[in-house]
């Protein structure tokens, strides 16, 4: 597929994010809207490619929606890697095997950028090495991780064919689309929930232009929509896969009950893989053994299940699935089927917000140090741009509402408005 107009990109504008991802394109004169992405998906999303891929073995991968397929058709054997950005300050992550074939993050990140300015390239018909990649405002509260995280994903750009790379931060790029929308000069928050971080701007807005000494100050942690899906993991589900067993040791006395460190690990699916090493198998069928009851082995049953068929991806859509239900009524379930696993798990919006109170702590208390940094009152701001699935969690909405009075809060193309104002940056790059 090609563009369908004359245009003759000069730099691509990429917002990878830890869930989806988008491309836009720039020269001198003019900005290129996101293109097609996705051209399976239903129209309305074909410029939203799902950060995921799929390795059924060492040559092949596969992207987006057709990771999930190819992962399902292939029975869930292979590799299925998501939510790789938010891994980019952990030090302690160095990468991974895909069979024999050893990747380290920036390998797995450049993989995922090639394939979108693969599909750029053809799009425009062009050999694009210059990019401007969004990037979170904090990708960690350390400044020396914060900054290694970047080297790593400017690392990952040049690996993917990029000569030139540059950054912008997310909740700037939003900020400069909103800025389009102004009457007057206004004092303006950008809360940018994301599926990996969490990204305040406060910054003074001009409809006429912008510089970079209109912000007034910027902030972010790399808690957000997958935190709170851990949360449900942890708090609500994990009892199925586990977490609640009890056994006792042979020739032993005292009743124990499965070491939370290692329930940890299925909080989240890249971890989960974990449990597959062979000592951590060993152990969960001791304790299978060892059990003090029948729902007991089969919780382990279950683990075994969901950790062999890595199952992670798919258990944790369903649980995504509750938490956006929660965000318009007052219940859900968290509901998964699949040979051996049986779950269903009723879940009440005050038992999520009790569960997940420390996740929405750490953002306000963020929140609440960006504001003390630009030296402003929550009154002081005029208007609050909310971008991001998470900004629907209702604890997290109320607690906006609390500091800003419900009338200041603006939701803004969900998906677009980061995109968009990266791709006006971009054309300033020109």
């Given amino acids: 597929m090609t563009a369908s107009r004359p245009f003759k990109p000069e730099i691509y504008a990429i917002d990878f994010g830890t869930t989806n991802s988008l491309l836009a394109a720039a020269n001198a004169g003019e900005t290129h809207p996101p293109i097609d992405l996705e051209t399976a998906a239903p129209e309305s999303d074909r410029s939203i490619l799902r950060s995921l891929l799929y390795f059924p ?52 990140i450049a993989t995922f950028l090639r394939e979108l300015r693969r599909r750029a390239n053809a799009y425009f018909d062009a050999d694009i090495k210059r990019v401007l990649l969004g990037r979170p405002a904090r990708f960690s509260e350390d400044d020396a991780d914060d900054q290694f995280a970047q080297y790593r994903l400017e690392r990952a750009a040049r690996l993917a ?124 069928r001791d304790v299978q053994a060892w059990s003090l009851g029948p729902d007991d082995r089969k919780a382990i049953e279950q683990l075994f299940t969901f950790v062999e068929d890595r199952l992670g991806f798919r258990v944790f859509e369903a649980i995504e699935a509750a938490k956006r239900e929660l965000s318009e009524r007052e219940q859900a379930e968290v509901r998964f089927r699949y040979p051996g696993v049986e779950l269903e798990e009723a879940l009440g919006r005050p038992a999520f917000e009790r569960s997940s109170r420390q996740q929405t702590t750490r953002i306000v208390a963020c929140l609440d140090e960006t504001l003390a940094r ?40 969900r998906f677009h408005s980061v995109i968009e104002g990266l791709s006006d940056h971009a054309r300033g790059l020109c």
């Fill in 57 to 108: 073995d060492a040559g092949r991968c596969y992207y987006g929606r057709e990771a999930i397929e190819q992962y399902t058709a292939h029975e869930m054997e292979g590799w299925l890697i998501r939510s790789v950005k938010k891994f980019l300050p952990n030090r302690a992550f160095v990468g991974t095997f895909i069979g024999e074939r050893p990747m380290n993050l920036e390998n797995l």
């Fill in 161 to 284: 064919g990029f000569g030139e790379v540059h950054f912008c931060p997310e909740p700037i790029a939003a900020a400069r689309d909103f800025r389009s929308t102004l009457r007057e000069p206004r004092r303006v928050l950008v809360a940018d929930f994301g599926g990996g971080t969490s990204d305040f701007t406060v910054l003074s807005m001009r409809a006429e232009g912008y510089d970079a000494s209109d912000v007034l100050a910027i902030g972010g942690l790399s808690v957000a929509g997958d935190a709170f899906d851990a949360s449900i993991m942890r708090h609500h589900v994990a009892r199925h896969f586990g977490a609640d067993v009890t056994y006792r040791v042979p020739l032993g006395n005292n009743i124990m009950r499965m070491p939370p460190a290692l329930m940890e690990m299925i909080c989240s699916p890249a971890d989960a893989t974990l449990l597959r090493a062979h000592d951590a198998r060993r152990f969960l």
């Fill in 374 to 413: 630009a030296g402003i009152e929550p009154a002081a701001i005029d208007i609050v741009c909310c971008t991001g699935g998470t900004a629907k969690v209702p604890a997290v909405a109320a607690a906006l509402a609390e500091r800003f009075g419900q009338g200041k809060l603006t939701r803004y193309r």
